[in-house]
C-alpha cells in the first residue's frame, strides 16, 4: 500500500499561480496513475489532471488545460500540480490520489482511486 500527504494550498489573487505538492511513500515498486482532484463547496469532486508514475503521460480536463501542469519527481516521490492563472473557479478542497497501473479511460472519475490524501485547501480571492 502506498500513503499520500497534500501541501502547498493557500489564498491567491485571480490570475496568480500556485504548486500544491504530494508526497508519496510506502510500496511504490509497481506503476501508478496520480492524480489531482478538486471538490468546490456544495459540488461533485472531479478530476483536474493525472499522471503515470513512470511513464510520464499526462492528461487534463478541458476547464485547466494550458493553464495547469502536473508532474512527478521520481527521485523525491513527490507528486505536484502547477497551477497558473487562477480563477474564482478554480477555488477549492484539492486531493491527490493514486490507483495502481496505468491511468483508466475513466480516470477523472474518483471511485476509480482507492488511495487518497487529506486535502489542502485553495482560495481564489481579490
Known amino acids: 500500500q502506498i500513503q499520500l500527504v497534500e501541501s502547498g494550498g493557500g489564498s491567491v489573487q485571480p490570475g496568480g499561480s500556485l504548486r500544491l505538492s504530494c508526497e508519496v511513500s510506502?510500496?511504490?515498486?509497481?506503476?501508478?496513475?496520480l492524480a489531482w482532484f478538486r471538490q468546490a463547496a456544495g459540488k461533485e469532486r472531479e478530476g483536474v489532471a493525472a499522471?503515470?508514475?513512470?511513464?510520464?503521460?499526462?492528461h487534463y480536463a478541458d476547464s485547466v488545460k494550458g493553464r495547469f501542469v502536473i508532474s512527478r519527481d521520481i527521485a523525491k516521490n513527490t507528486l505536484y500540480l502547477q497551477m497558473n492563472s487562477l480563477k474564482s473557479e478554480d477555488a477549492g478542497l484539492y486531493y491527490c490520489?493514486?490507483?495502481?497501473?496505468?491511468?483508466?479511460?475513466?480516470?477523472?472519475?474518483?471511485?476509480?482511486?482507492?488511495?487518497w490524501g487529506q486535502g489542502t485547501q485553495v482560495t481564489v480571492s481579490s
Open positions: 499522471i503515470h508514475s513512470s511513464g510520464g503521460q499526462t
Open positions: 490520489a493514486a490507483d495502481r497501473g496505468l491511468c483508466s479511460n475513466r480516470w477523472f472519475q474518483p471511485n476509480n482511486f482507492p488511495t
Open positions: 510506502g510500496n511504490t515498486r509497481s506503476g501508478y496513475c
